[in-house]
Each structure stands twice: as C-alpha cells, then as structure tokens.
C-alpha cells in the first residue's frame, strides 16, 4: 500500500493528465521509486526534473518545488505494475538530455555546443596526443557511449583532432610495419551477475539477461574489431555454446582456460588467424592444493604468437591474459599469483639468443594505480617488508586487512624465487640442504640464523613494461574508469606491454632485454565516472558488462630496428625527461573511489571478484 502522505498527494493533485501519465492508488508501489543516497560510492547525477504541463500544481505538503528537487527522490524503471506512469527519465547519452540537465552536468550555462567542441580542442593543443575521433563509436542510437581514439605522434607534440583515423598515417613511416590491435575486456559472467545482484540494482532486470546481453557483446567486439581478444569472467557452457563459435565465425582462434574451483567461468585469448600464427598456449592455476596460501581458483593464460609478415628474423609475441583475485584484505595472494603469471611468462617468453620476445599482459588485476601492487608491475620491483596485506591493491581508503606481509610471501616449495621465475633445480638443492640441517642437531641454530639473514623482502621481475593508460586525464587530472556499478567506479583493468627504447612510454633506464619491442601508436580513450553515469553507468542499455573494453594499437619494433631508434633519442629523452603528461601516481589510490569498504563490493571471499 502506498504511504498515508502519499494517499493524501493523489487526492489532493490537481492536473490535466495525459494518456501516459496516470496517477493509481490502488497499485502497490515496488520499484518505482528509488533513493539516490542509497549508493554513497557512486555520484548519480541530480534528477531530471518532470515537464509537468501548464494546469499542474503541487499541494501544500511539498512546499516549494525547489524543496522538492533537492529531496533526491528519482523515479524510474517502471514495471507495469507501477503506481506512477511519466515519461521515462532513464539517463540517456549528453546528447539526448534536456538542456538543463547537460548545464548542470557540465558547469556550463549558456555556451553552445559547437562553441564547447571548439574549447575542447583548444584545451588540448598542449598535449602530445594525437586524437581521432572514431567514426564508428558515433552511433546513432539511444545512451550510447562516445569514446574516441588517441593517437600518439611520431615527430610532433603538437595535438590535433582528425575525423578518422586514416590521416594520421602521415606521421607513420612509409616502410611497412606489423600493426595489430588488442583489446582486453571483461564481458561480466552470468554467474557472478546473479550472484552479485545488490551491484545492480541501478539497472532494469531485461538488461541483465544473457540473451540480452550478449549481442550487445558481441555486437562490441565486431565493432572494435581487435586483432587479439584477452577476456575474463567467460562463462564455461557461455563459451561452450555460443561464444567460440561466433568468435569463430569472425576469423578468431580461441584458447580458453576454466578456473578450477566451483565457479564456472575463466579466461580466453582469441586471435585473429589472418594475423597470427598460435606456438604455444600455456594455462596457469593458482591454485596449489599442498599450498595453505593458494587456496583460490584464479587462473591465467598465456600464449605465444607468430606474427604472419615478411621479417629479416623470426620475432615472436607473447600474449597473457588473468584475472586476479578480488578480496582486498588478501594481498598476499594477489601478488603470489602475479609472480606465478610472471614466472610463466620467464618460461616462454625467452628467445634462443637469451632475449626476450615482446610482451603484452592483460587482464583484470583488481588494484587500483599507484597501489603497490601496480607499482611492482610497472617499476619491477617492489620492497614489501612492513607493508600491510590490506594495502597492496590500494582497494580500500581505510583497509581491514592489517597484517604484515610475511617474509618471504610464499613458500620455498612453489619453487619460484624472488624473481618471479622458476627455481625448481634451486628448490630440490634448497629441500636437501634443510633435510641435512634437521639431521645436524649441533650446528641446527647457526644455520637458522645463517638463514634468516639470507631472506629478501624485495620482490623483482625482468620485464620493463608501460601502462597502455595513464589513469587520467591530462586537462582536468580526473581518473580514468574501467568499471562502473552501484558500488564502485574506478580503473582495475590494464593493458602492459614492453616499449621499445623509442616508444614515449617506456620505463626510464630500460635495458634492452627484447628483441625489439612494442610501439604504442594509439588508444581507445576511456571515461570518467561522470560520463558513465549521464547512461545510467554499467551495465547499460548498449554496453552490457560492468567494465569497459580496453584498447590499443602497436607496433613490433625489430631488433636492429629498435637499437637505431635508440640512439637516436637516448640525447633528447634527457631533455625531456623533466616533462611529464600525467600527474604522479604515488598518491593515486587515494584519488580512486575505494570499491571494497564494508558491505560494498563483491560478496565472495576467494572469488575473482
């Protein structure tokens, strides 16, 4: 039954009703109205005010309209059923929004549209990206989200903004080169949606059925058209029955990898066979049933690729793909099963000359920038003694987790050192040694502490990688967003890959470990958590996962190549190493919105989520 004020309302309201807009008291009221302050994680914009007619008047118990917009009452996704019928103020894309709504959005009172576009352009004349505006993100349908393409430039900082992505080919070398894209997204399974209903409850119920959902996917990867295809939380009988084979039908291969626990999805790698060549595929389990500490069922996937193009050498990609766990006050697993991912890769990416093949990692790593665990990912090493497990994927402002991370975080037995390699001669010489100490009763404690002063709390990797992203957004220092719900808005996706010593992105000091390496020539750009929100966030009406599809587009540098390309800017980079595009990442988890506090987040322990 409806409220007793709510009753008097209805018979007090006196108006001129239009077909669609009918007032019933006798209807129970369910989901009609909702309660923006319900979500403190997430700044839902104001509500769009009714264009209620000209005869329409409030009764006294409102007081004055103003007082009623400010009540944060929003109405919407009406069932049948509803007591109120108005027109739909489902948040639709900027430009589908009533004036008023798009001026308060956006700050701006009364600047028009193509004045707005033009100081658009002008704000970003500084920047050294090159932007492209990408024809087939500008649908025509209804709460569509406009992302555009960066590019970057080979031998200008100057910015310009180009209609398609062609007519940037004049900064690219005549010579022919091996260009391919990559996308790493997670299309959200089933299972873990209904399992995990409470993040989205802003969204209507035919949103979030598969058969819905689906085409919108696939609709997605079709209109990225990505040359390799990194995916997570794919559903095992999803996959099975209709993903492979349409993936398939568009000229993939697909390798998959379940978890092993009792969750029914995993992660794929699908490349496009006109493009590449498969070498190997190599899973990775996390799970370690003589291991206490890898007790969780995440899983990683990495293949290594042939190129299909005329080369003077056999250059070689390796390709990976994870999804890291989810629980935030566990950090001690998420960076055992880094290094378990990372000592994979050791294993195949190596070349028969000793260097490495280039290296892209993609995936769903459930840590914010500037946490210490991405800190480790991109910097190579990471020093963990005194740091507390509950902060190493900087999830939470105010962590729960505060245990100190042991030394060392994983056990002798995994057989991967600090390194994150493989050690198993190491390991059996290492279990020999301590079965003679056990034996050896009288020199027992001098080897205990010979021992213990041998331990390490720093952690390292071989790899020197980049971000394909750089967490925000130059002119305004707003974060990036990768993924949007009801709880949450904040970046846990990322595309690594090893720059070649020419690429702007690569890491200061990089040794030149690769054969060649990866030139990054653009990106898909991302969001901010308001863009999000003017669709309702994710999922939406078109976009049916709660992440949003990354996108980038590279270069194989060869060897020789790259060495050149070196010596020619190893000079300038010194003058230009005092320069920087984006703001420092030491404090940016704290920018991030905290996607783990108390009830918020994912309801599983050891899940991936």
Same mark, same amino acid.
């Given at each position: 039954m409806l409220p007793r004020h709510m009753q008097r309302l209805g018979r007090d309201w006196i108006a001129h009703l239009n077909s669609s807009q009918v007032f019933t008291l006798n209807s129970p009221v369910s989901t009609c109205m909702r309660w923006a302050g319900h979500y403190p994680r997430a700044s839902f914009p104001l509500p769009v005010p009714v264009d209620f007619s000209a005869n329409w008047?409030?009764?006294?118990?409102?007081?004055?309209?103003?007082? =009623?917009?400010?009540?944060?009452?929003?109405?919407?996704?009406?069932?049948?059923?509803?007591? =109120?019928?108005?027109?739909?103020?489902?948040?639709?894309?900027?430009?589908?929004?009533?004036? /008023?709504? *798009?001026?308060?959005?956006?700050?701006?009172?009364?600047?028009?549209?193509?004045?707005?576009?033009?100081?658009?352009?002008?704000?970003?004349?500084?920047?050294?990206?090159?932007?492209?505006?990408?024809?087939?993100?500008?649908?025509?349908?209804?709460g569509t989200i406009k992302r555009h393409w960066e590019y970057f430039c080979q031998h200008s900082k100057t910015m310009k903004i180009f209609e398609n992505k062609e007519i940037d080919q004049s900064n690219r070398e005549s010579e022919a080169k091996f260009d391919f894209t990559v996308m790493s997204y997670n299309i959200l399974s089933q299972n873990l949606l209904?399992?995990?209903?409470?993040?989205?409850?802003?969204?209507?119920?035919?949103?979030?059925?598969?058969?819905?959902?689906?085409?919108?996917?696939?609709?997605?990867?079709?209109?990225?058209?990505?040359?390799?295809?990194?995916?997570?939380?794919v559903q095992e009988d999803h996959y099975r029955k209709e993903i492979k084979s349409s993936l398939e039908s568009l000229g993939y291969h697909c390798e998959y990898k379940m978890r092993t626990g009792r969750k029914p999805d995993g992660c794929a790698i699908c490349f496009k066979t006109s493009k590449f060549s498969l070498i190997s595929s190599n899973p990775v389990e996390f799970f370690r049933r003589d291991i206490p500490l890898l007790d969780r069922d995440n899983v990683g996937l990495v293949l290594l690729l042939q190129p299909k193009f005329q080369c003077k050498t056999n250059a070689a990609i390796c390709i990976a793909n994870t999804h890291l766990l989810y629980n935030p006050r566990r950090g001690d697993i998420k960076l055992t099963q880094l290094a378990m991912l990372l000592a994979e890769i050791a294993s195949v990416a190596p070349q028969k000359d000793g260097t490495f093949c280039p290296i892209i990692i993609c995936g769903d790593f459930n840590s914010v920038p500037g946490s210490p665990l991405y800190r480790f990912i991109k910097e190579g090493k990471?020093?963990?003694?005194?740091?507390?497990?509950?902060? +190493?994927?900087?999830?939470?402002?105010?962590?729960?987790?505060?245990?100190?991370?042991?030394?060392?975080i994983w056990p002798k037995k995994l057989g991967i050192s600090q390194n994150c390699v493989y050690e198993i001669k190491q390991?059996?010489?290492?279990?020999?040694?301590?079965? *003679?100490?056990?034996?050896?009763?009288?020199?027992? /404690?001098?080897?205990?502490?010979?021992?213990?002063?041998?331990?390490?709390?720093?952690?390292?990797?071989? =790899?020197?990688?980049?971000?394909?992203?750089?967490?925000?957004?130059?002119?305004?220092?707003?974060?990036?967003?990768?993924?949007?719900?009801?709880?949450?808005?904040?970046? +846990?996706?990322?595309? =690594?890959?090893?720059?070649?010593?020419?690429?702007?992105?690569?890491?200061?000091?990089? +040794?030149?470990?690769?054969?060649?390496?990866? *030139?990054?020539?653009?990106?898909?750009?991302l969001l901010t958590e308001k863009d999000l929100w003017t669709v309702n966030g994710l999922p939406n009406e078109n976009n049916s996962s709660d992440h949003l599809p990354l996108l980038a587009e590279f270069r194989l540098i060869e060897r020789n190549a790259a060495l050149k390309c070196f010596q020619r800017t190893s000079l300038t980079r010194k003058a230009d190493s005092k320069e920087s595009l984006t703001p420092p990442l030491e404090n940016a988890a704290i920018h991030h919105r905290s996607f783990a506090q108390s009830s918020h987040g994912r309801t599983e322990e050891g899940g991936s989520r």
């Open positions: 008047r409030f009764p006294p118990f409102f007081g004055p309209w103003r007082q =009623f917009q400010n009540s944060y009452w929003q109405l919407d996704n009406f069932a049948q059923s509803s007591c =109120f019928h108005l027109p739909n103020p489902s948040m639709k894309s900027e430009g589908e929004e009533p004036l /008023t709504k *798009k001026r308060r959005l956006s700050g701006q009172h009364d600047t028009p549209a193509p004045e707005e576009e033009t100081n658009f352009a002008n704000q970003k004349e500084a920047s050294c990206l090159s932007v492209a505006q990408n024809k087939k993100s500008d649908s025509s349908k209804k209904e399992d995990n209903s409470h993040l989205y409850k802003h969204c209507r119920q035919r949103l979030l059925i598969w058969t819905y959902r689906f085409p919108n996917i696939l609709q997605e990867i079709k209109q990225l058209d990505a040359d390799v295809l990194c995916l997570q939380e990471l020093n963990y003694e005194g740091l507390a497990i509950g902060k +190493v994927s900087g999830q939470e402002q105010f962590p729960r987790g505060q245990r100190i991370l042991s030394i060392p390991q059996q010489k290492e279990e020999n040694a301590e079965e *003679k100490m056990e034996e050896s009763k009288l020199n027992d /404690t001098k080897e205990i502490v010979r021992t213990s002063e041998k331990l390490s709390s720093k952690l390292r990797h071989h =790899f020197k990688l980049s971000s394909v992203y750089s967490h925000y957004f130059p002119e305004t220092g707003m974060p990036e967003v990768t993924t949007c719900h009801s709880r949450s808005a904040v970046t +846990v996706d990322y595309i =690594f890959y090893s720059a070649a010593n020419d690429d702007d992105a690569t890491q200061p000091g990089a +040794v030149d470990s690769f054969r060649g390496g990866l *030139k990054l020539l653009g990106r898909l750009a």
